[in-house]
């Protein structure tokens, strides 16, 4: 026996085809205004603080102005062409890459070894790490004020120059030598960026099984290659969140640090693009030259944002 399922008439299913054509829009006009309403205070306040000042940035380095003289001249490209001969710029930049290539690198591997230490199950697990947080809670100039008194400026008066003469070892004089002050600066800035990357490479060790390290830890495998096939490829590509997120701490944060322990000293050999930007608009009243710089500092950032994208294709296959 057959039983024949009743035919809707034409104008009903026209009816209920219409109906639904009609809400569709409806329900897509709300879920776009909902969007608008929660998107749109944030829009605004990114345009309003960064896209229109790097706009305005941009175009004051095509002028030279010093506040003084009225509305900015516009002069082309005189500000890169002055760039270009200045050999002040050239030793900024070249310290900005020491700076970042000597903190950036300790800053990954030291993280990634707190982050297993803290990883583990022991005893007083929850004060390491507390303490590890600490640095989280400062700010670079509150740290260099700290670390002013650690370092202090002569020889064997400082706290940790104190502690090195313990050990009968001449101890360096850290913000008064043009070769230890800017490894003093990467210390502090190290320090700083500490907590915030061992807290992303811990979330990135802890969603490795504890069974599959166990079972590795009964078949013999010992801690180097437990770390070599189970831990980095577990954490590899948190390397490059880890790496891009201190470049930006070591870019930006160089500034504070300059301008309250060194003042871009001794030699110039601490003076950083940021802060030679900042000696140039506020010091000599350039802001023009001083937007051609940080034009230029932008362009180092995405150069080296873009060798770090480069050489992660390579190395976390």
């Known amino acids: 026996m057959v039983t ?15 109906s639904t054509v009609r809400a569709k829009p409806i329900s897509s006009r709300h879920d776009g205004l909902a969007a608008a309403l929660m998107i749109g205070p944030n829009l ?3 345009t309003t603080f960064v896209v229109v000042p790097v706009v305005a940035g941009l175009m004051l380095s095509f002028t030279t102005w010093d506040i003084t003289n009225g509305f ?3 002069v082309g490209l005189a500000n890169y062409r002055r760039m270009y ?3 002040l710029v050239w030793t900024s930049v070249k310290t900005t890459l020491k700076f970042i290539v000597v903190g950036v690198v300790p800053t990954v591997v030291i993280s990634l070894g707190l982050a297993m230490l803290i990883n583990f199950r022991f005893r007083f697990v929850g004060v390491v790490r507390s303490l590890y947080l600490i640095p989280a809670a400062m700010s670079f100039a509150a740290s260099a004020v700290v670390w002013r008194f650690l370092f202090l400026d002569g020889p064997g008066y400082g706290v940790i120059n104190y502690v090195i003469s313990l050990f009968g070892v001449t101890p360096p004089d850290w913000l008064g030598s043009p070769t230890w002050a800017l490894y003093a600066l ?7 960026s500490l907590p915030i990357a061992t807290i992303l490479y811990l979330a990135a060790l802890q969603r490795i099984p ?20 189970i831990i980095w490829p577990g954490v590899r590509y948190m390397t490059l969140l880890v790496a891009i997120i201190s470049l930006l701490a070591f870019t930006n944060g160089s500034f504070d640090l300059v ?5 871009g000293g001794p030699l110039y050999a601490t003076q950083t693009l940021i802060y030679y930007i900042f000696v140039n608009g506020f010091s000599y009243g350039a802001f023009g030259y001083a937007s051609a710089l940080s034009v230029l500092l932008i362009a180092l950032i995405g150069g080296i944002l873009l060798l770090l994208r480069l050489l992660s294709k390579v190395t976390l296959r």
């Open 186 to 192: 990467d210390i502090v800035t190290i320090w700083l």
């Open 85 to 87: 001969s200045d050999p």
């Open 259 to 263: 301008n309250i322990l060194t003042k």
């Open 44 to 46: 605004i306040l990114f």
């Open 4 to 18: 024949r399922i009743p035919q809707m008439p034409n104008t009903a299913v026209a009816s209920l085809s219409s």
């Open 72 to 74: 900015p001249k516009w």
């Open 210 to 229: 504890d069974a599959v390290i166990e079972a590795a830890m009964l078949d013999g495998a010992g801690p180097w290659r437990r770390v070599r096939f």
